[in-house]
C-alpha cells in the first residue's frame, strides 16, 4: 500500500505562483519503482492529467496546459514529488491530486493505482 499526501495548494492571483508537494510513502515502497503524477479535477468535469514523472530516470511528461508554465520535479531522498506552477490562470483552479502507478506515464486514469486526497488551488482573477 502506497500512502500520497499532497501539500502546498492556496489562493493566488492570476500571474503568481505556487509549490505543491506530494510525499509518497509505504511498507516496501521503492519510490524509483512508480511514476509519480500530478492531476486535477473541477467538480462536473473529469480528472485530468497535468504532469508526470519517473523519479528512476526523470523523465517527464506535462500536458500542453502545462508547458512552459509548471515544472516538475523529484527529490528521492525526501520520496517527495514537487510540481512548481508560475503565472498561473484562472483556469488553473482545481483540485490537485497527487497519483502514482507502477508503470510508464498511464494516459488513462483509471488505471492508477493510488491516489491522494489532494489539495485545493485557487487561482484569482
Known amino acids: 500500500e502506497v500512502q500520497l499526501v499532497e501539500s502546498g495548494g492556496g489562493l493566488v492571483q492570476a500571474g503568481g505562483s505556487l509549490r505543491l508537494s506530494c510525499a509518497a510513502s509505504?511498507?516496501?515502497?521503492?519510490?524509483?519503482?512508480?511514476?509519480i503524477g500530478w492531476f486535477r479535477q473541477v467538480p462536473g468535469k473529469e480528472r485530468e492529467r497535468v504532469s508526470c514523472?519517473?523519479?528512476?530516470?526523470?523523465?517527464?511528461f506535462y500536458a500542453e496546459s502545462a508547458k512552459g508554465r509548471f515544472t516538475i520535479s523529484s527529490d528521492n531522498a525526501k520520496n517527495t514529488v514537487y510540481l512548481q506552477m508560475d503565472r498561473l490562470k484562472p483556469e488553473d483552479t482545481a483540485v490537485y491530486y497527487c497519483?502514482?502507478?507502477?508503470?510508464?506515464?498511464?494516459?488513462?486514469?483509471?488505471?492508477?493505482?493510488?491516489w491522494g486526497k489532494g489539495t485545493q488551488v485557487t487561482v484569482s482573477s
Open positions: 497519483g502514482a502507478v507502477m508503470a510508464s506515464f498511464l494516459s488513462d486514469i483509471e488505471l492508477w493505482d493510488y
Open positions: 514523472i519517473s523519479p528512476y530516470d526523470n523523465s517527464k
Open positions: 509505504g511498507y516496501g515502497f521503492t519510490f524509483e519503482d512508480y511514476s
